[in-house]
């Protein structure tokens, strides 16, 4: 697995002043753990923005607290941002032990091809993203691989019971769940312009004739 670094530094600055810090491009965080002390930290957002992006929350970080001289192993906890802008606003990091196991989300992979797309019987739709499991630090898996190479009929599905588990990782998800299965490709209904054009086409009924109205002035005495 890649190892992801990170430099903070100790914050000072708290609550609502934090505004000042973002505007000058540094994005505030919060370091906590089973046991450890909790820390203000702060870094440069561009470098935070990096991480998240690289680590999300389910890859270990090598954070290091300036002024320490070694570094923490943690994991991305939880990360906020503004609604509309996207701002990143704060993030919280937890710190693990390599004695502890813990519980991640960790992204599904898919492997293999499904013969049911090539048969054009439907498409692949996953259905879990993600899956939840327990381990320890140095077991976690970067990601977890599905196979869908069993997937033969529309009616076919990868569930969490099918899937196998790397080497000291533990699947935490209900094994009945689906996490891919083949959905069925719907026909588009006809463009309204062909139905119309269809319909102009179509011959049309013969108007019955009607009968013609006899001429009442033929046999009356002329006046």
Excluded: W
């Excluded at 990096?50 to 290091?64: F, M």
């Excluded at 802008?85 to 919280?92: E, F, I, K, M, Q």
């Excluded at 719907?186 to 108007?207: I, L, M, N, W």
């Amino acid at each position: 697995m890649e190892k992801i670094a990170l430099e903070l530094e100790k914050r000072e600055i708290v609550g609502k002043h934090t505004r000042k810090l973002r505007r000058a491009g540094v994005t505030p965080a919060h370091l906590f753990g089973h046991g450890v002390a909790s820390l203000a930290l702060e870094g440069a957002t561009t470098a935070v923005e990096g991480v998240v992006a690289k680590a999300g929350t389910s890859h270990p970080i090598n954070l290091k607290v300036k002024g320490e001289k070694r570094s923490r192993n943690v994991l991305i906890r939880e990360i906020q941002r503004k609604p509309v802008t996207g701002l990143l606003l704060h993030v919280d990091f937890y710190q693990v032990r390599s004695t502890e196991k813990m519980t991640v989300e960790v992204p599904v992979h898919l492997v293999g091809v499904a013969p049911a797309v090539g048969a054009r019987l439907g498409t692949v739709e996953v259905e879990m993203p993600a899956l939840e499991v327990e381990c320890l630090p140095a077991d976690l898996p970067a990601r977890i691989d599905v196979d869908i190479a069993g997937l033969k009929t529309a009616s076919d599905v990868v569930r969490v019971g099918d899937v196998r588990a790397p080497e000291g990782v533990t699947i935490l998800n209900d094994r009945e769940l689906a996490v891919v299965k083949i959905e069925m490709e719907r026909k588009a209904p006809a463009p309204t312009g062909e139905v119309e054009a269809a319909a102009e086409t179509a011959p049309k009924a013969e108007k019955a004739e009607k009968p013609e109205k006899p001429d009442r002035t033929q046999g009356k005495p002329a006046a």
